[in-house]
């Protein structure tokens, strides 16, 4: 028989609720094999969780090898499009200039087609009702008058010149998702 670890505290047997010394290791929870096999069941639903825990982890960053950059366009373009809802959450309409309880979209002054490297220029994007943003595609020239009153004639001419053109390297994609949604939970915590 093994002798007891030297200067180790007794413990109380997880199974039995007996006292002893630990013989093999100071992390040891069970006086005998005996104990230790009606203790199995317990460990066996920590260990189970533990492994279906880790799998989840595996899969999602499995999935995340996956993505493509469109993938990650879009959820940055989300999370953006979120912040930019929260930040003119007290704000009409840009375009119609009314409150109303329906849909509210980040509507872009120059799209993302037409000038992509404006896709995520917070100048460019704002509150903007539904029926305007899809029905009458932006409603550009009450939007137009409305960002000369917000943000000046300057800007908007800064808005409306020519721009480098852009494109996203997916770490620059990622970092720019990590940004607003930080940015996001912020005005969430404000509005608490």
Known sequence: MRTALKDVKHKT???CGEK????FNTTQVVCSPKCALANAPANAD???KAIAQRDRRDIQVRKEKLKSRADHLREAQAAFNEW??????????ISCGR???GQYHAGHYRSVGANPELRFEPLNVWKQCAP?????SGNLVNYRL???????GQQVEWLEGPHEPRKYTVDEIKTIKAKYRAKTRE?????A
Do not use: W, Y
Request: hydrophobic content about 40%.
């Open 13 to 15: 047997c997880k199974a």
């Open 99 to 101: 409150h109303h309880e």
């Open 84 to 93: 930019v809802r929260l930040r003119d959450a007290d704000r009409p309409c």
């Open 187 to 191: 005005l969430k915590r404000a509005a």
């Open 146 to 152: 409305s960002l000369l009153q917000l943000i000046g």
């Open 132 to 136: 305007c943003n899809t029905h009458l």
């Open 20 to 23: 002893f010394a630990p013989m």
């Open 46 to 48: 920590k260990a189970r």
